[in-house]
């Protein structure tokens, strides 16, 4: 079966220092994997994907993300946070197998406050 | 290209109650997924719609249902509501197809509908 383990709830970074969201999964086939960010009272916003192509993916606002797959992590990475950085981040894994589409699933979350 | 649009943005709906939520995906894309969004439980997968045929669910109870039309539009209606169906019900488009290239399943997201039941 497939999983997704965002590692912390809660991470507070001030601004213009590192930002480390980790995500671990768990899946039996290749999986497709995503970060997607949701600001308050809004709806979902993709960040990046992950398709296969490069273990290094660059998403917008300066976001980018590994993937490793013999550590089965997809880590979310920012060199300098911003005060609008400030949201809940998901890590989302969608696994196609049987020729089904597959469902996405959604870790847990990890809301990033950012102080001043 | 527009993005994916829900109405009414706002419900409040009293136990007992039914309502239904409408989802506009984004142009050309046929399929239509559905999310329960809760904080104890955080993003749940409703259902998926595509070419008007559901083709998968969640682990929901029958009261939550759906329907997809031919221009894609989509509607899930839940009936019997509960206190515990609060919630912001959030619908998400994509191309839909079964290519054999990832991304598996993008999926472009609208703003939700904030579903209180008093």
């Known amino acids: 079966a497939q999983s997704v383990t965002q590692l912390d709830s809660h991470v507070s970074v001030s601004e213009g220092t590192p930002v480390l969201l980790r995500c671990n999964y768990s899946s039996s086939y290749s999986p497709s994997l995503f970060w997607y960010v949701q600001h308050p009272n809004k709806g979902l916003q993709l960040l990046l994907k992950?398709?296969?192509?490069?273990?290094l993916v660059k998403g917008i606002n300066g976001f980018e993300a590994e993937f490793k797959k013999s550590e089965t992590s997809f880590h979310l990475t920012k060199p300098s946070a911003h005060m609008s950085d400030a949201a809940e981040y998901f890590c989302?894994?969608?696994?196609?197998?049987?020729?089904?589409?597959?469902?996405?699933?959604f870790g847990k979350g990890t809301k990033l406050s950012v102080k001043p | 290209k527009a993005g994916v649009t829900q109405t009414p943005r706002y419900l409040i709906k009293t136990r007992g109650q039914q309502v239904t939520l409408s989802c506009s995906p984004i142009?050309?894309?046929?399929?239509v997924s559905w999310y329960q969004q809760t904080p104890g439980q955080g993003l749940q997968f409703l259902f998926e719609?595509?070419?008007?045929?559901?083709?998968n669910k969640g682990n929901f109870p029958g009261r939550f249902s759906g329907r997809q039309f031919s221009n894609s539009r989509s509607e899930m209606n839940v009936s019997t509501l509960e206190l515990g169906d609060s919630a912001l019900y959030l619908c998400a488009s994509s191309l839909g197809g079964q290519g054999d290239l990832p991304p598996f399943n993008e999926q472009f997201f609208g703003p939700g509908t904030r579903l209180t039941v008093l």
């Open positions: 719609y595509f070419s008007e045929t559901q083709r």
């Open positions: 992950y398709t296969s192509a490069a273990t």
């Open positions: 989302v894994v969608s696994v196609r197998s049987g020729g089904s589409q597959g469902n996405l699933i």
């Open positions: 142009s050309g894309h046929r399929s």
